[in-house]
């Protein structure tokens, strides 16, 4: 059964970093793209990063410079560094993958969810 299961979240200060770890039931390559989302209390859940089986790696505007999503397919891993956090960063954080050659930032592109990971920067 696919299945992704997140870790890492936790309490930070605001500056502090936290990498969140994501590790897929079958071989990451297997998906096409991993991403990662969050949602806040009472927003919808916003597209974070993805990364495809090449290694490509996409961004939202807003994160880029703070945020790296990597991949390690010998562990079937895939991480989201996040630096710099700030209290706007607390959220539930979410892994996501699919077969498809989709990879947007939308959350209709992905069909396999972890149960996410919670996140608390604090200011």
């Known amino acids: 059964q696919e299945q992704l299961v997140e870790s890492g979240g936790g309490s930070v200060q605001a500056g502090g970093s936290l990498r969140l770890s994501c590790v897929s039931s079958?071989?990451?390559?297997?998906?096409?793209?991993i991403a990662w989302f969050r949602q806040a209390p009472g927003k919808e859940r916003e597209g974070v990063a993805t990364?495809?089986?090449?290694?490509?790696?996409n961004y939202a505007d807003s994160l880029k410079g703070r945020f790296t999503i990597s991949r390690d397919d010998a562990k079937n891993t895939v991480y989201l560094q996040m630096d710099n956090l700030r209290p706007e960063d607390t959220a539930m954080y979410y892994c996501a993958a699919d077969y498809r050659r989709l990879g947007g930032l939308v959350d209709w592109d992905y069909r396999v969810w972890g149960q996410g990971t919670q996140v608390t920067v604090s200011s």
């Open positions: 079958v071989y990451t390559y297997n998906w096409y793209y």
């Open positions: 990364i495809n089986k090449y290694g490509t790696t």
